[in-house]
């Protein structure tokens, strides 16, 4: 469990930085035909004259799936499998040689298609979507498969702040109570002991990620499991 924690966090990690909104120094995080898009609107406006700083408040606003990501793949299996094959398949033919797959062959395995609920995980359409459902419903709305909010964005600066070791003890367990959600007038927070735990969980960054997704989405997954588990052997 530690393990799957520490992956976890890096994709929850991974997920904060891609929903942020764009900005000059980010640009390059962006996908290409983005990137050409937001050079477009920069070079317009230039020439009738628009101050700079507007057309980067324009820009931010912008959602990186406002324009086609010819690298997102579909998550259901058939489609996973079949872009893994086609790769495979490039990487025989022109792997030796240096050469990237082109264009028109990521255009056609990719996905534009999001999960309505998560936004995180992307289809070739909505059908796909559908016949992922039940593969994808343990981790849809789960950390780290969904949009980071205030917790998540709490654990990444309490991670960070144990990680430079530059905050007090009192300061981490107010990061800590922020981070699982609990308010600072909380008495069942306070209760537990969970104020010393944040002071000991600055040396074990492992311990505060595993506590922080078994709260979170562990616990939930095994219910969910459990329960249909359950309902399998019922109906045999």
């Known amino acids: 469990h530690e393990t799957e924690a520490r992956h976890d966090f890096s994709l929850l990690k991974l997920a904060r930085e891609w929903f942020r909104p764009w900005r000059p120094e980010t640009h390059f995080s ?25 057309t980067y408040h324009v820009i931010e606003f912008l959602p990186r799936d406002w324009w086609r990501d010819d690298n997102a793949r579909c998550w259901c299996e058939d489609c996973t499998l079949e872009a893994t094959m086609v ?22 395995t990719s996905a534009q298609y999001r999960c309505p609920k998560c936004r995180i995980a992307t289809y070739k359409s909505k059908e796909h979507c559908k016949k992922d459902a039940a593969a994808h419903r343990k981790d849809c709305c789960k950390p ?6 205030k917790e998540e964005n709490a654990l990444c600066q309490l991670i960070d702040v144990c990680q430079r070791n530059e905050t007090t003890s009192v300061e981490c367990a107010l990061l800590t109570a922020e981070a699982y959600g609990h308010g600072e007038d909380d008495e069942s927070w306070e209760s537990d002991g969970s104020t010393n735990g944040a002071k000991e969980g600055a040396d074990d960054l492992t311990a505060i990620m595993l506590r922080w ?24």
């Open 30 to 54: 962006f996908h290409a035909n983005f990137r050409a898009a937001a050079r477009t609107l920069v070079t317009c406006a230039f020439r009738i004259g628009l101050p700079k700083d507007i």
């Open 87 to 108: 790769q495979m398949r490039w990487n025989l033919s022109y792997g030796d040689k240096g050469v990237d797959l082109d264009g028109n062959t990521r255009a056609q």
């Open 213 to 236: 997704f078994e709260e979170k989405t562990y616990r939930h997954q095994r219910v969910e499991d459990t329960g249909f588990t359950s309902m399998y052997h019922d109906d045999e």
């Open 144 to 149: 780290p498969y969904w949009i980071p909010g």
